[in-house]
């Protein structure tokens, strides 16, 4: 079984991959701003309660391992984590991120990749929905189980 997180009253496992990219795919991500990246990330994702699992970054994307507490709105934590991350990065990085970007508004392009993870099946669950309430005439035990 997975980890589980608790929430006032519920327990959930909402995980997700999240992929953004660099305002015009443009590789600004050198090895200093990488790192000040994932320092970064990791804390404010801890500001929003958000548990990281892994974080990837090349030279012009951001890829995301996370687990987002049930009471976060993800275009809100998207939002926020590129706007805060990109307000941060431009301030420390003005000299190197202005050559590329010279209005120097924004380090991120508009929008992002997002997909849920998990270890259940969609045939599992609609398997065990399809069973709920019928007698158990085999003795059969239905249970969720991750294999």
Same mark, same amino acid.
């Given at each position: ?31 200093? /701003? +990488? !790192? ?6 990791? #804390?404010?994702? *801890? =500001? ?5 699992? %892994? ?22 934590? /998207? +939002? !926020? ?6 307000? #941060?990065?431009? *301030? =420390? ?5 202005? %050559? ?48």
């Amino acid at each position: 079984m997975g980890i589980y997180w608790k929430a006032s009253h519920c327990v959930y496992d909402c995980r997700y991959h999240i992929v953004w990219i660099t305002k015009y795919r443009r590789p600004v991500l050198n090895q200093q /701003i +990488q !790192k000040r990246l994932t320092e970064l990330l990791q #804390q404010f994702c *801890k =500001e929003l309660y958000i548990k990281v699992i %892994k974080i990837g970054i090349e030279e012009d994307h951001v890829h995301m391992y996370v687990a987002i507490p049930v009471v976060q709105p993800i275009p809100m934590v /998207i +939002q !926020k984590l590129k706007g805060k991350t990109s307000f #941060q990065l431009r *301030k =420390e990085f003005s000299a190197e991120l202005k %050559k590329a970007y010279w209005n120097g508004k924004s380090l991120w392009a508009v929008g992002y990749f997002i997909a849920t993870v998990g270890e259940v099946t969609h045939e599992l669950i609609k398997n065990y929905v399809e069973k709920q309430g019928q007698v158990d005439i085999d003795s059969e035990c239905i249970e969720l189980r991750r294999e």
